[in-house]
């Protein structure tokens, strides 16, 4: 028969020692050899009698006794004259009966206490106790010793094979110098004395310098002993023996002409490492590690390490490369075969490959495509690799936090393996790949290292000619590869990072641009995706429009992929079915297949009330109209802001809000409204935060709007930061702005006059169709929003020329 299994009868988690409160009267456990210190969990095998009838009472009650030391560990039936006075309150947690009739039980210690007076002893010992709190001055030598004392733990914990390695991160992480103390205490293997009066020292200063003097003595032992057991160990080391056999083994098969498998897979390696072209230095690194390789008996820990280390050195393009492909005619061919406009992005391409070609070098600044999802950002790195007839690889680096993710392990750690750059060149098969870094603005940082840093020597034309892995630990020349960068927004990049790079912005499509993309690229491949012909389907430009405006409202044209594609899984569904065999997808079609619109031009409906104002912002993900709303109360001229503002647009309502009250007779307000009322602005989508200086304009007019009753004219949006005297600052972000503007419907946009230059870089539909108001102060804002008259500074953009312009 099988013994029986000890029994648990009781298990409950750790609480915390600061909110447990102790008895005045607790039930004694004498412990022999043994300190309970307060804040530490601590495993006791109960077998004396009275101890287990102790313990079965307690666990019946409040599970809370008293743990002191026995001052003789000889003496099986200590009385209260036996035990030291100071010991710890604990609590149980855990109970197991033993079959053989024994207890084992978990407690937690609580806090120190000091016997007041015994109140019984049978059938156990119970006392009377007072809690005992430490005495603490914090003051810098407190500091200096807690320091130390962590540091000699480390040191110990490195040489002690019974303590395990997060204790060190345990004690560093632990503020309170007591808590500590009683930490190292209750892990080291110290005399029953030494602890007893590391208990028993309230004043934490002192007892911080008797476990200083302990951690030391116990540091010289550790140390020594470490001293001679290497001693003993190069004496005769087990591995050398082994070598030796192993040496004989392999003069046998020799002998014999039988074949060493180990020393075939040398051998191999060796004629790899002469058939390919290395650097002179890696050559010699290779040899070197193939001769330790040689030396090695298998079993070694290090002679797989160093396998796949001469792997990854044989695997490299060291020498490898493509020819390029400088025909500008052909780059111009490529680049409009995959993109549709963004002539100003394929102009700054074929002026970086002209150089190129007639410098014979593609090594220059490093190309960074910043713009909002779905412009195109991904694919431009594609076109230029075919444009180029390179090979082209892609890392993303949104999220990296750890620098070894770029620099790769050292070999010392189990596992290591090299960073992103060299495995990413290494599945290339080529030294000068187009390589494209994905969402170098989500970069991230913490404990384990600042990936953008190491993302410095990689990007830099000065130092990656040199580029060392921590893995490979050898130079490799990043100097022919062609990198290229893709960001959303440049704020998030670090300045030193951002010097390196030559940044191209890619701003939003328009709605003609969006549908010329569809029919020339989303559209075809959406039929290839669903098996369908135009044949068999036919989409309406009526229709598609429709699903531009109703279905989608973005910068890119992702979203529009995605409907278009729903549209065509229900053609693919009917026509499956047998129910049709050709379909048109026209506007009722596609309302019927997409369901109720999701987005309409509200800008009529919400302006229709005073004190509502179209404003224009930026965001990564391109421009969007912003509703700023003002309302009043009766109160004392005091403004309330909501909205999830930042302080800067804060200090902008304020800036408006003072104009305004500081202009009431000018603009023929009545100066008595403000002191008798309170005015509340607020901002639509609380949960969005928002920021910057250029809703200063629409917050004016809005209180204005408010104040006389006149409300905005509903088909005018605004943007520009204003003054204490009025005047109309210039702000960024125009074409983002406007074209948010045109997608929303509005017809004339208020912008400040320096912001004319940007107006030649729209695209020509936005151009013609939008009205600009250009505006140097407040006075002239309002007339053109609040009577929808446009004053005599009211042009139409001129000029054809396009760029893409960065909102900040």
């Given at each position: 028969m099988s013994e029986p299994e000890p029994e648990l009868e009781l298990e409950t988690p750790p609480a915390p020692p600061d909110l447990v409160e102790i008895p005045r009267e607790l039930a004694v456990l004498p412990l022999r050899d043994t300190v309970v210190f307060p804040e530490s969990m601590t495993p006791l095998a109960i077998g004396q009698e009275r101890s287990i009838k102790l313990v079965d009472d307690v666990v019946g009650g409040d599970r809370m006794l008293a743990?002191?030391?026995?001052?003789?560990?000889?003496?099986e039936q200590p009385a209260f004259k036996d035990l030291y006075g100071v010991g710890t309150a604990a609590v149980i947690h855990k109970l197991i009966r033993v079959p053989d009739g024994t207890l084992r039980v978990l407690v937690q210690g609580l806090r120190r206490i000091r016997l007041e007076e015994p109140v019984r002893v049978e059938p156990y010992l119970v006392g009377r106790f007072v809690e005992v709190p430490d005495v603490l001055e914090e003051t810098r030598e407190v500091e200096a010793l807690t320091r130390n004392v962590q540091a000699l733990f480390a040191r110990i914990i490195a040489l002690v094979p019974y303590l395990p390695e997060e204790l060190e991160l345990a004690a560093a992480n632990v503020d309170d110098p007591s808590a500590l103390c009683h930490l190292v205490a209750s892990t080291l293997r110290l005399?029953?004395?030494?602890?007893?009066?590391?208990?028993?020292?309230?004043?934490?200063?002192?007892?911080?310098?008797?476990?200083?003097?302990?951690?030391?003595?116990?540091?010289?032992?550790?140390?020594?002993?470490?001293?001679?057991?290497?001693?003993?160990?190069?004496?005769?080391?087990?591995?050398?023996?082994?070598?030796?056999?192993?040496?004989?083994?392999?003069?046998?098969?020799?002998?014999?002409?039988?074949?060493?498998?180990?020393?075939?897979?040398?051998?191999?390696?060796?004629e790899r490492l002469h058939t390919i072209t290395l650097?002179?230095?890696?050559?010699?690194?290779?040899?070197?590690?193939?001769?330790?390789?040689?030396?090695?008996?298998?079993?070694?820990?290090?002679?797989?390490?160093?396998?796949?280390?001469?792997?990854?050195v044989i695997t490299l393009p060291w020498g490898t490369a493509t020819p390029d492909d400088l025909d500008l005619d052909h780059a111009r061919t490529v680049l409009d075969q995959d993109h549709y406009d963004l002539e100003k992005v394929k102009e700054r391409i074929i002026e970086y490959l002209a150089v190129s070609k007639l410098k014979?070098?593609?090594?220059?600044?490093?190309?960074?495509?910043?713009?909002?999802?779905?412009?195109?950002?991904?694919?431009?790195?594609?076109?230029?690799?075919?444009?180029?007839?390179?090979?082209?690889?892609?890392?993303s680096v949104g999220g990296v936090r750890d620098e070894a993710e770029i620099r790769g392990h050292r070999r010392t750690y189990i596992g290591a393996m090299p960073g992103t750059i060299i495995r990413a060149l290494r599945d290339a098969e080529s030294r000068n790949p187009v390589f494209l870094i994905d969402e170098i603005d989500k970069m991230g940082n913490d404990y384990r290292g600042d990936p953008s840093s190491a993302m410095l020597e990689v990007l830099d034309p000065e130092q990656h000619s040199s580029f060392r892995d921590h893995y490979l630990?050898?130079?490799?020349?990043?100097?022919?590869?062609?990198?290229?960068?893709?960001?959303?927004?440049?704020?998030?990049?670090?300045?030193?990072?951002?010097?390196?790079?030559?940044?191209?912005?890619?701003?939003?499509?328009?709605?003609?641009?969006k549908f010329g993309i569809a029919r020339k690229y989303l559209i075809p491949k959406q039929f290839r995706a669903h098996g369908l012909t135009t044949r068999r389907v036919a989409i309406h430009d009526k229709a598609l429009r429709l699903v531009i405006r109703e279905y989608t409202r973005e910068a890119g044209v992702r979203n529009l992929e995605r409907q278009i594609a729903a549209l065509l899984r229900k053609a693919a569904t009917q026509i499956a079915k047998g129910e049709a065999e050709k379909l048109?997808?026209?506007?009722?079609?596609?309302?019927?297949?997409?369901?109720?619109?999701?987005?309409?031009?509200?800008?009529?409906?919400?302006?229709?009330?005073?004190?509502?104002?179209?404003?224009?912002?930026?965001?990564?993900?391109?421009?969007?109209?912003?509703?700023?709303?003002?309302?009043?109360y009766d109160g004392k001229g005091r403004l309330k802001l909501t909205g999830q503002l930042s302080e800067v647009m804060q200090e902008s309502a304020q800036t408006a809000f003072s104009w305004v009250r500081s202009r009431a007779v000018a603009l023929q307000l009545d100066p008595g409204w403000f002191a008798a009322h309170d005015v509340h602005i607020h901002v639509p989508a609380g949960a969005v935060p928002k920021d910057g200086p250029s809703a200063g304009v629409a917050m004016a007019t809005a209180i204005v709007s408010l104040v006389t009753g006149r409300p905005v004219a509903n088909d005018v949006g605004m943007t520009g930061e204003v003054t204490l005297t009025g005047q109309v600052l210039p702000i960024g972000g125009v074409r983002e702005k406007v074209l948010a503007a045109q997608r929303a419907g509005l017809k004339r946009v208020i912008l400040p006059r320096e912001n004319?230059?940007?107006?030649?870089?729209?695209?020509?539909?936005?151009?013609?169709?939008?009205?600009?108001?250009?505006?140097?102060?407040?006075?002239?804002?309002?007339?053109?929003a609040l009577d929808g008259k446009a004053p005599a500074r009211v042009r139409r953009a001129q000029g054809t020329d396009r760029r893409a312009a960065l909102g900040r």
């Open positions: 743990l002191l030391t026995t001052r003789d560990s000889e003496n005399k029953t004395d030494e602890k007893q009066e590391l208990l028993e020292d309230v004043n934490v200063e002192q007892r911080l310098r008797l476990v200083s003097r302990i951690l030391n003595r116990e540091l010289e032992v550790f140390e020594l002993g470490t001293r001679i057991q290497s001693q003993v160990q190069s004496e005769m080391e087990k591995g050398q023996r082994e070598f030796f056999l192993r040496q004989q083994l392999k003069a046998i098969q020799d002998e014999l002409g039988e074949s060493d498998p180990e020393r075939a897979e040398v051998e191999e390696l060796r650097p002179e230095n890696v050559h010699k690194a290779a040899e070197r590690e193939l001769s330790r390789l040689e030396r090695l008996p298998p079993a070694a820990a290090e002679h797989g390490v160093i396998r796949t280390y001469l792997e990854w014979d070098d593609l090594s220059g600044p490093i190309l960074c495509f910043v713009g909002p999802p779905g412009v195109g950002k991904t694919s431009l790195g594609h076109s230029i690799a075919n444009t180029l007839g390179r090979k082209f690889v892609r890392i630990d050898l130079p490799f020349d990043l100097s022919k590869v062609l990198f290229i960068c893709t960001a959303n927004t440049t704020d998030t990049i670090p300045s030193p990072l951002l010097d390196r790079m030559d940044v191209i912005h890619l701003s939003g499509y328009t709605e003609d641009e048109k997808v026209d506007e009722a079609r596609a309302r019927e297949w997409l369901g109720p619109r999701r987005f309409s031009h509200e800008v009529r409906k919400r302006t229709s009330e005073p004190g509502v104002a179209t404003g224009l912002a930026w965001t990564p993900a391109g421009g969007e109209i912003l509703f700023i709303e003002a309302g009043a004319a230059s940007d107006l030649e870089e729209l695209p020509a539909d936005a151009r013609e169709a939008m009205q600009f108001v250009l505006a140097d102060e407040l006075p002239q804002v309002l007339a053109a």
